[in-house]
Each structure stands twice: as structure tokens, then as C-alpha cells.
């Protein structure tokens, strides 16, 4: 148990920069304002074992609440991130807060794994490599708690680069998902070159698994696949119990959607698992939810 944190790291040039030019037309611009006006934040959704109801871990989602606009779409603001700096600039603020968080987790009792989507920018250069290196024992967070995950498009971009960076990082020890599994490309290839200790199931297959057979035979297989080549398994968008009952009787490892919990504030984080009970897979008409 720790008794108070360290010192968050000095502030470098990558820290937040003022706009020089601030122009409203200009939606780069407007999500690094948005940024410096605390108005992009993390929420966290859980990651459940399914054979146990076992919280394992978080997913840390970016949420942009606009004061006019409300809610604005993650993928938008993902998207216009991604056109210009600004990205790299959210991923290190995403990085130095999910691994703080962390720090704080285990210094409360919380035994839990958080998972970063970094983005194909992230991966070009091994600034991220490094600024993990650095952060972990800086927060004495151990390398197991931290997940990255990466999309097959994100690899596409610069297979020999990309690489590079990912070998670095689990060398560190952070592991590796592979998000959004069967909707890029070349997935087979990644599966079998890549680091990973983790597939990511997309959830445009698991939301409709429950009706349409084809989604189910993609799924089952995608978690045949993962088990055989030694991966943890996890499926996304798992939105009702039926789902959930399938997933299981599939072998998934990991099942993380809306059937559980939404992404939510860390404040809402703690609440929910204070009151979370784990629901029995073979459970009877007595289940607890
Ligand atoms: P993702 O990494 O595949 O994240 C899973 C998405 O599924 C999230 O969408 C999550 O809110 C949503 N989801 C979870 N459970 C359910 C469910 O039961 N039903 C349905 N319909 N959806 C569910 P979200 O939060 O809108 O994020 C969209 C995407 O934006 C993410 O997809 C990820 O690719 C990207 N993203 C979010 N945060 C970051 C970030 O910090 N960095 C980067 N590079 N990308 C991010
Ligand atoms: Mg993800
Ligand atoms: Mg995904
Ligand atoms: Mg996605």
C-alpha cells in the first residue's frame, strides 16, 4: 500500500501548448481548446471474466463533453485528433492519466488491468515506448496492469515502424490487444507476428450474434482461433444476457458492453464496483445480478 503518490512527472514541451493561433474553423484547433479547457475527459468500462463475473479490468474510452454541442462522438473527435498533432498530444495525456489512475487503484485495493487504444501516429515513433518506460516505476505501476490497444488499420499504416514500437512495448512488459479483430486487414498475419496477449472481438459481430448465425459463426470462431494461438480473448458490444450466455458457452475470456456497465467517470467507477455482484454463468432462477 502506498501512502501518497509521487510527484507528477515535469511538465515537457509535449504538455498542453496554448494554441498560438486559435481558430474556431479549425477542428484540430478546437479539440486542443476543448483539451486545455478540461473539457475532454476519460470514462471507464469495465472488463468482466465471463466464467467468473470477475471484474478484471477497464477500458479507458476519450469523452469530449461540448458545452453547446453536449456528448460529442468519440469517433469524430478520434477522427479530427488523428488529422493533425493533436493526437499525440490526447494519447499522452490519456497515457499519464490512465497510468496515475492505476497508481491510485492499487494503492485503494482495486485489482485492475486498464486498457489504452493508441492510434496509428502513436505507433510511428518510440515516443510512447518511452514515456511508459518512464511513467510505470515512476508511478510504481507494474507493467501487467497496462494494455494497449491497437486497431489492424493503425498497423497497416507502417507495418515495419508500427512493429518496432509494439516489440518495444512488450518488452517493457505492457500487453498488447488487438482491437476491432476481423473488421481490418491482414488479421491472420497480425495474429501470428505480432506480440499479443490479447483479441478484441468487434462488436459489430457480437451485438448481432444472438440473431443472426453468421455473426455467431464469426465469433465462435474468432474465439477458437485467439484460444488456440494462446490469446486472451475478449468480446465487445456484449449488450444482453443471451449474448452473454453464448459468449460463454463459446470459452471467451473477457466480455466488456453495455449488459454490464456503460463507460463511466472514475468517480462512477468506484461507486459501481463497490455494489457490483458477479452474476452466476450456469446460475439458476435465484441469480443475483
Ligand atoms: P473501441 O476501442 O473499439 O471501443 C469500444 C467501443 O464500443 C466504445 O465506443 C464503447 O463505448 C463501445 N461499447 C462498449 N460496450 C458497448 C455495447 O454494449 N454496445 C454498443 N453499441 N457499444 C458498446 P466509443 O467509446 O464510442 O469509442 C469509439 C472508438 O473511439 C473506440 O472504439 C476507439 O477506437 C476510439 N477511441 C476512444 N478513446 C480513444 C483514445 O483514447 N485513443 C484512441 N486512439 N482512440 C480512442
Ligand atoms: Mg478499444
Ligand atoms: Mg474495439
Ligand atoms: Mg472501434
Not at 41 to 49: G, K, V
Not at 59 to 64: K, Q, S, T, V, Y
Not at 80 to 91: D, G, K, N
Request: hydrophobic letters at 45%.
Amino acid at each position: 500500500r502506498r501512502a501518497a503518490l509521487p510527484d507528477p512527472p515535469a511538465p515537457t514541451e509535449e504538455t498542453w501548448a496554448r494554441p498560438v493561433r486559435p481558430d474556431p474553423t479549425d477542428p484540430a484547433r478546437a479539440v486542443e481548446t476543448a483539451g486545455d479547457a478540461g473539457e475532454i475527459m476519460l470514462y471507464y468500462q469495465p472488463q468482466i471474466a465471463i466464467a467468473t463475473g470477475e471484474v478484471v479490468g477497464v477500458e479507458a474510452l476519450l469523452r469530449w463533453r461540448h458545452p453547446t454541442r453536449g456528448m460529442v462522438d468519440p469517433e469524430e473527435l478520434i477522427r479530427v485528433a488523428e488529422q493533425s498533432a493533436v493526437m499525440r498530444l490526447l494519447t499522452r495525456r490519456v497515457v499519464d492519466d490512465v497510468v496515475e489512475q492505476l497508481a491510485k487503484w492499487t494503492a485503494a485495493g482495486l485489482d485492475l488491468r486498464a486498457a489504452v487504444n493508441v492510434s496509428v501516429r502513436d505507433l510511428h515513433t518510440g515516443e510512447i515506448a518511452e514515456q511508459i518506460a518512464d511513467r510505470l516505476p515512476r508511478y510504481g505501476v507494474a507493467p501487467q496492469r497496462l494494455q494497449l490497444e491497437i486497431t489492424e488499420g493503425a498497423l497497416m499504416a507502417d507495418p515495419r515502424r508500427v512493429l518496432t514500437t509494439i516489440t518495444r512495448l512488450h518488452g517493457v512488459g505492457v500487453g498488447i490487444a488487438l482491437d476491432d479483430f476481423g473488421t481490418g486487414y491482414s488479421s491472420l498475419q497480425h495474429l501470428r507476428r505480432l506480440p499479443l496477449s490479447e483479441v478484441k472481438v468487434d462488436r459489430s459481430f457480437v451485438l448481432g450474434m444472438a440473431e443472426d448465425t453468421d455473426d455467431a459463426a464469426i465469433v465462435r470462431s474468432t474465439i477458437e482461433l485467439g484460444k488456440a494461438l494462446g490469446l486472451r480473448v475478449v468480446a465487445e458490444g456484449v449488450e444482453d444476457e443471451r449474448t452473454w450466455r453464448m459468449l460463454h458457452a463459446a470459452g471467451c475470456d473477457v466480455a466488456q458492453g453495455w449488459f454490464y456497465a456503460r463507460p463511466m467517470p472514475a468517480e462512477e467507477l468506484v461507486a459501481w464496483l463497490a455494489r457490483y455482484r458477479p452474476l452466476r454463468p450456469l446460475g439458476g432462477p435465484d441469480e443475483a445480478h
